[in-house]
């Protein structure tokens, strides 16, 4: 059985080689086990926003931010999907 961090490096891997849609299939997976995790939730707003798909992008950004607070970034792409996009 997979662990939360071994699933999410498959899925960074992913990313890098850009199988997108891949990855975006599995971080959704990853997300409905994996409520708390942060970093999962971040780069399924970023992919959900570079296909266009913004309210899904605000949903996962927001509950980055909620759960990572400490990290900028999180605040950063939320912050500027609101103003750019809504």
């Known amino acids: ?6 699933q999410y490096q498959e899925i ?3 990313i ?3 199988r997108h849609e891949e990855a975006l299939n599995k971080l959704e997976e ?9 970093p999962a939730h971040f780069d399924l707003g970023n992919l959900y926003y570079a296909s266009g798909q ?3 992008a605000l949903v996962h950004y ?5 759960l990572g607070s400490d990290e900028p970034i999180y605040l950063k ?6 103003y750019s996009e809504k």
């Open 54 to 56: 913004l309210d899904k």
């Open 77 to 82: 792409n939320l912050a500027d999907l609101l």
């Open 30 to 38: 990853s997300v409905a086990e994996y409520k708390d995790y942060a």
């Open 62 to 66: 927001e509950k980055s931010a909620q």
């Open 16 to 18: 890098v080689q850009e």
């Open 1 to 6: 059985m997979t662990n939360c961090k071994d």
């Open 12 to 14: 960074q891997n992913m």
